[in-house]
């Protein structure tokens, strides 16, 4: 079965300095890997997705990720971290084992990023 | 404007009582979703529907019922079977590439509060 684990569930970081938020992902399969982020009390938003094509993935806003199998990693990166980035970001993979073809996603706890001036 | 509504985005439900919650796309999406959302947890599937007139259950169906009648429409009605209401509820919808679905887009999301 297919999970995912973000490694922190709360990240607090400077205005203008950068932003890690680590995730880690298990799957027997080549899997499909997003990052969504959600301002409170609104919907999720599509930052960036993986689909086996360029590892580094380029998202918006300056949001970037890099898939590294060897690692099972998916790690999401900003070089300078802007107010307006402060949100709950979701690792999410694509099991892609699920039959009837859907494509069921598997949701991490999420990472709460505060960012103070 | 292209996107996922959702109405109403707060609702206060008395226990007892059955609420339906509205989620209208004109993405021209195959499939569409229902989550459900509690503090500190990430998404968990209720009900998905990859084609009108049919829907599967997710991983927490019990208390919940959904109908597909219109492309665009996917209403879910939470019941009074539903022991612990309160929540927030998120639509998505996707297309369907080569009988698999694509990238889920999202709803602005409802607010369930049982008094």
């Known amino acids: 079965a297919q999970s995912v684990t973000q490694l922190d569930s709360h990240v607090s970081v400077s205005e203008g300095t950068p932003v890690l938020l680590r995730c880690n992902y298990s799957?027997?399969?080549?899997?499909?890997l997003f990052w969504y982020v959600q301002h409170p009390n609104k919907g999720l938003q599509l930052l960036l997705k993986?689909?086996?094509?360029?590892?580094l993935v380029k998202g918006i806003n300056g949001f970037e990720a890099e898939f590294k199998k060897s690692e099972t990693s998916f790690h999401l990166t900003k070089p300078s971290a802007h107010m307006s980035d402060a949100a709950e970001y979701f690792c999410?993979?694509?099991?892609?084992?699920?039959?009837?073809?859907?494509?069921?996603?598997?949701f991490g706890a999420g990472t709460r990023l505060a960012v103070h001036p | 404007d292209g996107g996922i509504t959702q109405s109403p985005k707060y609702l206060f439900r008395k226990e007892g009582q059955n609420v339906t919650l509205s989620c209208e796309q004109n993405?021209?999406?195959?499939?569409m979703y229902w989550y459900r959302q509690d503090p500190g947890q990430g998404l968990r599937l209720i009900y998905y529907?990859?084609?009108?007139?049919?829907?599967q259950k997710g991983d927490i169906a019990e208390g919940y019922s959904v109908s597909r009648e219109k492309k665009e429409s996917f209403p879910l009605t939470v019941t009074s079977a539903q022991k612990n209401p309160t929540a927030f509820y998120l639509c998505?919808?996707?297309?369907?590439?080569?009988?698999?679905?694509?990238?889920?887009?999202f709803g602005p999301g409802t607010r369930l509060t049982v008094l």
């Open positions: 998505a919808s996707s297309m369907l590439a080569g009988g698999r679905a694509d990238t889920q887009y």
């Open positions: 529907s990859q084609i009108v007139n049919d829907f």
């Open positions: 993405l021209n999406h195959d499939a």
């Open positions: 993986y689909t086996s094509a360029a590892t």
């Open positions: 799957s027997s399969y080549s899997p499909s």
């Open positions: 999410v993979v694509s099991d892609q084992t699920f039959s009837g073809g859907y494509n069921k996603l598997i």
